[in-house]
């Protein structure tokens, strides 16, 4: 009875000391870095090393660390900062043909109507005939020009024959100039002729000739038929070409100072968003409301049909030498505005102060100089990466 408190309090302390052993050792690991932890074996020592080589370069603040192949399977797309600022005007539009794009073919001169060689819908080429007409008054051009070219002929000749008879001395020198100038009065006669019935179509001496198209595109009206009579400068036949389209714009008279050919816009379409150069400004263009029109082409594909709605954004009162970048370039990281700037490695995030937005486009008031190359479309992934590895630093 008296030995039994002596064996509990030795079991007592050897529990105690081994506590004390346990929480030494404990508190020897959570102290030690990894470098000084023991490995299991040699391999899982070379995956903790680069583990940390990974991590003492993700060290350092606001950098990403991504790849070539990385970036471009992000979709994450790499620009140049432009020059630019401003603030932005809204106009609205429409997709009409252009100037050169539509072409009411009339006939030169009146004529019956033999054969229709078109009809409404059917696309044709420059030059292609639309029509054949019988004319008296192309037989009259015809046969006028056959005539001059005759006449000039025959005066040409004689020039030349009295020439050869002044060189042996059988007639004056006075006779050849006069054969000289009615040969020339003759070519003149006759080109004038020549240039007429060009302008009539080419009719043959049956005064036959044929209408044609002077665009490519499509017919889009005829207005006569076979046995029809065709009067001197009636529409025959009405052509578009529908490639040949663009965007006019009605904007405030005021902005014609303010815009100028090869400003962007961006315009709003029904298939979506694209952007378009202003190719001309025309102010006091509409006589009735005295407003602009702005004539603007698409910098890459195709318009929608004419007749379309469209509106646009044209960026106004642009500061030299400032500078702008896309708006999904500029990002929120702890409160800041930053950009990422490209590096040899990956991206680094660049704090900004931001100006203006204009369509798609914020101004930077400083923190770039220019020359930088930044992420634009994505750059919220680099954000939500930059997030993840502080988190995983933290930690």
């Given at each position: ?139 009259a051009l015809r046969a006028e020009a056959d005539a ?212 798609d486009r914020t101004e930077i008031l400083s923190g ?9 479309t994505n750059a919220f992934l680099l954000k939500a ?11």
């Amino acid at each position: 009875m008296k030995r039994t408190p002596n064996i509990n309090k030795t079991w007592l302390m050897a529990g105690v000391a081994a506590v004390v052993v346990i929480g030494g050792a404990g508190l020897y690991a959570m102290s030690r870095s990894p470098a000084e932890a023991p490995d299991a074996s040699a391999e899982g020592e070379h995956a903790e090393g680069e583990e940390g080589h990974a991590e003492e370069g993700a060290a350092e603040e606001g950098v990403v660390l991504l790849t070539e192949a990385q970036i471009a399977a992000a979709n994450i797309s790499v620009v140049a900062v432009t020059g630019g600022g401003g603030s932005e005007t809204r106009l609205s539009g429409r997709v009409e043909p252009m100037v050169d794009a539509r072409a009411a073919v009339a006939a030169s001169v009146g004529g019956r109507v033999e054969r229709v060689l078109v009809a409404p819908g059917q696309s044709v080429r420059a030059g292609q005939p639309l029509a054949v007409l019988v004319s008296g008054d192309a037989a009259a051009l015809r046969a006028e020009a056959d005539a001059a070219n005759a006449s000039a002929d025959a005066a040409r000749r004689a020039y030349e024959r009295d020439r050869n008879l002044e060189e042996a001395g059988v007639v004056a020198r006075q006779e050849v100039e006069t054969s000289r100038a009615q040969s020339l009065s003759s070519d003149a006669a006759a080109r004038a002729a020549r240039a007429r019935v060009s302008a009539a179509g080419s009719p043959n001496a049956s005064g036959r000739l044929s209408v044609v198209s002077p665009i490519s595109g499509v017919v889009t009206s005829v207005q006569v038929g076979p046995g029809g009579f065709a009067a001197q400068g009636g529409v025959i036949a009405e052509v578009t070409n529908p490639a040949r389209v663009e965007i006019i714009f009605a904007a405030p008279p005021a902005l014609a100072a303010q815009v100028r050919a090869g400003s962007t816009v961006r315009v709003q379409a029904p298939a979506g968003e694209f952007d378009a150069v202003v190719t001309g400004v025309a102010a006091d263009a509409s006589e009735e409301s005295g407003a602009t029109i702005i004539r603007a082409r698409p910098t890459g594909g195709g318009l929608p049909p004419a007749g379309s709605a469209v509106s646009g954004v044209v960026v106004t009162d642009q500061s030299a030498g400032g500078l702008t970048v896309p708006s999904d370039a500029v990002q929120t990281v702890e409160g800041s505005n930053v950009v990422f700037v490209r590096t040899a490695t990956g991206f680094r995030a660049a704090p900004v102060l931001v100006g203006r937005q204009a369509g798609d486009r914020t101004e930077i008031l400083s923190g770039l100089t220019g020359t930088e190359r930044i992420a634009g479309t994505n750059a919220f992934l680099l954000k939500a990466e930059l997030a993840k590895g502080e988190a995983e630093h933290g930690h």
